[in-house]
């Protein structure tokens, strides 16, 4: 087989990518290790900025995003028993779209099957070739054959775990790496949400964030040991525990219910440099992880593909490599900020079991500071809602 772009992953990124780059009509293959349902049953994320949104819009993806998605504009702050609304809308003039990542991946791929776009799913020992020449390819196995893909360039969008960045670590890669002492235990459930909008809680049993899928769904996260086993977590304990966290009037007003889903997911800060190696370029979590508090995840992994597609499409229109070359430095310099973001968010919100009682009163100065300075919210909800492509 021979494409233009093979594209390895069929995430988020992969797949945004692949249908900007196919609406440009730049011929393009997908390659997954596991299958559609696999992917469809992982639940991530829920906040897309507007620049995520722009994309999928773009993409020619995004009509029941606009049509079910909730428009948010502003958030809350929960601490010492007070509530503080960070207002986005007033205090930067843009909103958040509240969409959860699992639809908005059913909506790519569903557009990519009705124009024809081809995905292999259940590829196998996918393994990146010759990406420092100018001929690279990418084999895999499927049914116990090996195939072949000849291609002009590799899109590594195959997450944190993926082939893609393993098949360079002795090509000069660098990597930053942060190991949280904590993981985030979250829970689906098919009830209202107990706030219009999401609610961010420091407490002193730990961090918990009440988000939502629509008017009748809702996404609960508290923060929990590294050591906890979600087994030994029965629903009823979740809410008990999510209550005790939350204002009193929030704790009162909760509707709960059997959970759909319940999983653990530990906190990372991670980035990969350089994000291109030849005519392989790492693109979403393949490159970088943020810890989950600051949304920033799926929005980052759409940032870099606007980057690459961007280049992508200039060289094939002009022969011009600028934005090729250009990519890494531009996706990292806006990967850095929102690392930051997410680690600083991280640190003012969680229970850090080293800190003592000195983290806390930091955190709690902090919190009280914000409550105070419309320059401190504007500068929380400027990054909350997604720094200029
Ligand atoms: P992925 O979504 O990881 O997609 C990579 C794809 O590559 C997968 O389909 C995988 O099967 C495929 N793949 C992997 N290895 C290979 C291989 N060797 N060969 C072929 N295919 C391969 N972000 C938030 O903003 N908020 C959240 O609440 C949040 N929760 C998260 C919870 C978890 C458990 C995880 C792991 C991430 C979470 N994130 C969250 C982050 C967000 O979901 C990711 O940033 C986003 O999925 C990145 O998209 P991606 O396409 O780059 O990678
Ligand atoms: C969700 C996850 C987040 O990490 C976040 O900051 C906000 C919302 C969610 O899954 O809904």
């Known amino acids: 087989m021979r494409t233009q772009v093979v594209i390895v992953g069929s995430g988020p990124s992969g797949l945004l990518?692949?249908?900007?780059?196919?609406?440009?009509?730049?011929?393009?293959i997908i390659l997954d290790r596991v299958d559609r349902d696999y992917i469809l049953g992982r639940i991530r994320a829920g906040v897309l900025e507007v620049g995520a949104v722009d994309l999928l819009d773009r993409?020619?993806?995004?009509?029941?995003?606009?049509?079910?998605?909730?428009?948010?504009d502003g958030f809350e702050l929960s601490f010492l028993g007070r509530r503080q609304r960070i207002d986005l809308k007033g205090l930067t003039g843009t909103s958040v779209m509240v969409y959860g990542q699992t639809e908005l991946t059913r909506d790519l791929m569903d557009h990519r099957a009705a124009t024809g776009g081809r995905t292999i799913y259940n590829a196998a020992n996918v393994t990146p070739h010759d990406f420092d020449g100018a001929s690279p390819h990418v084999t895999y196995e499927q049914d116990g054959d090996t195939h072949r893909i000849d291609c002009d360039y590799i899109?590594?969008?195959?997450?944190?775990?993926?082939?893609?960045?393993?098949?360079?670590?002795?090509?000069g890669l660098r990597t930053y790496e942060k190991v949280y002492p904590f993981g985030w235990l979250?829970?689906?459930?098919?009830?209202?949400?107990?706030?219009?909008?999401l609610v961010y809680a420091n407490h002193a049993r730990g961090f918990a964030l009440c988000s939502q899928r629509s008017h009748t769904r809702s996404r609960y996260y508290v923060q929990v040991p590294l050591t906890d086993k979600v087994e030994a977590w029965s629903d009823d304990a979740f809410w008990d525990e999510?209550?005790?966290?939350?204002?009193?009037?929030?704790?009162?007003?909760?509707?709960?219910?059997?959970?759909?889903?319940?999983?653990?997911?530990?906190?990372?800060?991670?980035?990969?440099?350089p994000l291109r190696f030849g005519r392989l370029f790492l693109v979403g979590d393949a490159g970088h992880i943020v810890p989950p508090t600051g949304a920033k995840g799926l929005n980052l992994a759409a940032s870099d593909v606007h980057y690459l597609f961007e280049g992508l499409?200039?060289?094939?229109?002009?022969?011009?490599?600028?934005?090729?070359?250009?990519?890494?430095?531009?996706?990292?310099?806006?990967?850095w900020k929102a690392e930051r973001f997410s680690w600083s968010m991280t640190m003012l919100l969680h229970r850090f079991p080293d800190d003592g009682d000195f983290?806390?009163?930091?955190?709690?100065?902090?919190?009280?500071?914000?409550?105070?300075?419309?320059?401190?919210?504007?500068?929380?909800?400027?990054?909350?809602?997604?720094?200029?492509?």
């Open 186 to 197: 979250g829970l689906l459930a098919d009830v209202p949400p107990v706030h219009h909008e």
């Open 313 to 335: 499409r200039e060289y094939y229109a002009d022969r011009k490599a600028a934005g090729l070359d250009a990519y890494s430095a531009r996706a990292l310099s806006r990967i």
């Open 242 to 273: 999510i209550r005790r966290r939350l204002p009193q009037d929030l704790a009162e007003a909760m509707v709960t219910g059997p959970s759909i889903e319940k999983s653990i997911a530990p906190l990372r800060s991670f980035v990969a440099e």
């Open 359 to 389: 983290g806390s009163r930091v955190q709690e100065a902090e919190l009280d500071y914000l409550s105070s300075s419309r320059a401190a919210q504007t500068a929380m909800a400027e990054n909350y809602v997604g720094l200029p492509y």
């Open 17 to 28: 990518l692949g249908q900007l780059l196919a609406n440009a009509g730049i011929d393009n």
């Open 59 to 72: 993409a020619g993806c995004g009509e029941r995003m606009h049509e079910e998605g909730l428009v948010h």
């Open 155 to 171: 899109a590594g969008c195959d997450g944190f775990h993926g082939v893609c960045r393993a098949s360079v670590e002795d090509k």
